[in-house]
C-alpha cells in the first residue's frame, strides 16, 4: 500500500466509523464487563463496542467482524476520569506519555488551577495541539498569572479600577481562547492581595463566556467558613458557576466541622447560587510552606508557634523539597529542629529566608473527607500531576475506588464513578465525555475493581497504582495491563456551545 493510500485511509477512519469497521481496525469490543455508565445508576452487565473514537453500541451486542475483543469478566469498564484540578500544564510537553495520570485512568487532565496558568492560552493549547499527549487536555486562566502581567511585581495591594479593567481585558481573551473559566488561589501570595470585588468584576467576564469560577479559597483553616461564603459571594454577585477546589478543613480548630461547610453550600444552592466543589483523598495537603501562617507574617515567632499548632504540631509537618539544604527533604520539620538543636519555630523562619520550602502536611481528619464524599456535589480530583511530590499525583482515582469505595465503604461505586466522569464533564460543559452511551467519545477505562489500589507514598510519590487494566483515549489505547502504550491521541478539549 502506498503511503499516499495509507494517509486516505487513515483519513477515512477518522469520518466514518463504518469505513474503519471495514478496514478491521480501530474496531473494539469489550465483552461481559460490568458497566458503570458514568451516570451513577447501578452496574449492570452490558458489552461495550467502539469504533474510531466513538461509542457506536452499549448493551447485549456481540462483537462484529473484524473488531478486536476484550474479555472484561469480572472487570469493570466506566468512562475515563476527567480530573478537574491537575497541575501538568508544563509537564505534558515533557512527559506526553503522562503514564503516571493514565495509570489512574485519568483520561483529561484540566490544568490551571489555583490561580495560575500558562499564557496566552491560546498559545498553550495550540501547542499541545500540535504536540499531543496520551490524555486530553483542557484550561483554566488563572487570577494570579493574570494579576501578574497587569501589576508586575508591585502585586500586594489592592488594585485599581482602571487595572481590574484591564485584567477583565486578559479574562476576556483567555475565555476566547478556550479558557473553561478563571480560576484563583487565594491562600497565595499574588492572587491573596485581592478583594472579593476584583473577583466578581473578572468571573463576571468568564460567566458570559459560560464559564466556571474555580477557587482555592482564601482560608482552608480556621477562616475556612468565612471563604467558603466569598466564593459563594462571587458565584452570586457574578451570576458564574462556583467550583470550590480541594475542599478541606485544615486546622485543628475547624476539624469535624464537615457539616457546618456543607451546609453553608447546600444553602447556596437552595437559593440558586450553582456551587459544587472538588476532593482529594488524603488527609495531609502539600503545597509551599509559607500557606501555613495565614497572617503571612513568616518571620514573626508568635504567628508561626500558632501555625504549627493549628496543624497539631511541626511532627505533621514533612519537608519534600528545600533547594538550600536538599538534606531536610522528606523529614519532618519536627525532625530537622531537634537535629539542629533549634526549635521549629526559629526553623520555619529560616527555611522561608532561604527561600522556602514545599512541605506536606498532615491537617485534616477522614470523618470529614468521607462527610464531604459522600454529598453529590462534590466530585474527585487529585490536585496532583505528572511529577508532583504527593502521592496524590499518581494514586488519587485508584485510592479512592479502592480505599474509599471497597475497603472503607464511605461510597457505592457507580456514584464514586459519577463524581470521577460525568459530574466534571457536566460540569465544565464537555460534549460527550463522562459517560458510556451509543455516540459518546470513547475514553473508556477497564479496572479489577477487587484489586485497584494507589501505591504511591509520600517517600515514593511516583509508584503507580495497580488495578487498572486498559485506558482509551479518543478509542485508542493508551494503557494495557501495567505499562503505558505509545499513543498520544490526546485532545484539547473546549466548553461546548
Ligand atoms: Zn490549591
Known amino acids: 500500500m502506498t503511503s499516499k493510500l495509507l494517509t486516505i485511509l487513515t483519513a ?43 461509542v457506536v453500541s452499549v448493551g447485549t451486542g456481540a462483537p462484529e467482524r473484524g473488531d478486536t475483543v476484550i474479555d472484561g469478566a469480572g472487570l469493570v469498564v466506566a468512562p475515563g476520569f476527567i480530573d478537574i484540578h491537575n497541575h501538568s500544564a508544563e509537564e505534558l510537553a515533557s512527559d506526553p506519555e503522562a503514564a503516571t495520570q ?63 479593567a484591564r485584567m477583565a481585558t486578559l479574562v476576556d481573551q483567555a475565555m476566547r481562547e478556550g479558557a473553561l473559566g478563571l480560576s484563583s488561589g487565594l491562600e497565595y501570595e499574588v492572587g491573596g492581595y485581592a478583594e472579593t470585588s476584583e473577583l466578581v468584576e473578572l468571573s463576571k467576564v468568564a460567566a458570559r463566556y459560560g464559564g466556571v469560577y474555580m477557587s482555592h479559597i482564601r482560608d482552608e ?10 466564593a459563594i459571594e462571587i458565584g452570586e454577585r457574578a451570576h458564574v458557576p462556583v467550583q470550590i477546589s480541594h ?33 482529594y483523598p488524603y488527609n495531609a495537603w502539600s503545597s509551599t510552606i509559607t500557606v501555613l501562617v495565614p497572617d503571612k507574617r513568616y518571620d514573626y515567632p508568635p504567628s508561626v508557634e500558632k501555625a504549627l499548632a493549628d496543624v497539631g504540631g511541626a511532627a505533621n509537618v514533612l519537608i519534600v523539597r528545600h533547594a538550600a539544604h536538599p538534606e531536610y527533604e522528606f523529614r519532618t520539620l519536627d525532625a530537622v529542629a531537634k537535629d539542629r538543636k533549634t526549635t521549629p519555630v ?8 532561604d527561600g522556602g520550602a514545599g512541605v506536606v502536611c498532615t491537617s485534616m481528619v477522614d470523618d470529614d473527607m468521607r462527610a464531604f464524599y459522600r454529598q453529590p456535589w462534590v466530585m474527585v480530583a ?28 464511605w461510597l457505592p461505586l457507580p456514584e464514586a464513578i459519577r463524581k470521577m466522569t460525568s459530574a466534571p464533564a457536566e460540569r465544565l460543559k464537555f460534549a460527550r465525555r463522562g459517560r458510556i452511551v451509543a455516540g459518546a467519545i470513547a475514553d473508556i477505562v477497564l479496572f479489577n475493581a477487587r484489586t485497584i489500589v494507589d501505591r504511591s507514598t509520600f517517600s515514593e510519590p511516583g509508584i503507580l497504582p495497580t488495578g487498572m487494566e486498559k485506558v482509551f483515549v479518543g478509542g485508542e489505547l493508551v494503557w494495557d495491563i501495567g505499562k503505558p502504550v505509545a499513543a498520544r491521541p490526546g485532545k484539547v478539549l473546549v466548553r461546548a456551545r
Do not use: M
Not at 469520518?15 to 458497566?35: E, F, K, M, Y
Open 12 to 54: 477515512l477512519t477518522l469520518l466514518s466509523p463504518g469505513t474503519a469497521a471495514q478496514l478491521n481496525s480501530r474496531a473494539w469490543t469489550i465483552v461481559g464487563a460490568d458497566l458503570a455508565d458514568g451516570s451513577g445508576r447501578a452496574l449492570r452487565r452490558a458489552n461495550v463496542r467502539f469504533v474510531g473514537d466513538r
Open 102 to 164: 493514565v495509570a489512574q485512568g485519568i483520561t483529561t487532565v484540566v490544568v490551571g488551577p489555583d490561580g495560575g496558568s500558562p499564557w496566552p492560552i491560546g498559545e498553550y493549547l495550540a501547542e499541545r495541539r500540535r504536540n499531543p499527549a496520551a490524555v486530553n487536555v483542557a484550561a483554566f486562566a488563572g487570577h494570579a498569572t493574570i494579576r501578574r502581567l497587569v501589576l508586575g511585581d508591585d502585586f500586594k495591594r489592592v488594585a485599581r479600577a482602571d487595572e481590574v
Open 221 to 230: 483553616a480556621d477562616k475556612s467558613f468565612e471563604a467558603l461564603r466569598e
Open 247 to 279: 475542599i478541606k478543613l485544615g486546622t485543628v480548630g475547624v476539624w469535624h466541622k464537615a457539616a457546618e461547610a456543607i451546609a453553608i453550600v447546600e444553602a447556596a444552592r437552595k437559593r440558586g447560587v450553582d456551587v459544587t466543589a472538588d476532593e
Open 346 to 353: 526559629e526553623l520555619f523562619i529560616q527555611i522561608v529566608r
Open 382 to 409: 487529585s490536585d496532583g500531576g505528572i511529577g508532583v511530590r504527593h502521592p496524590r499525583g499518581a494514586g488519587t482515582f485508584p485510592r479512592v475506588l479502592g480505599r474509599y469505595v471497597r475497603d472503607e465503604r
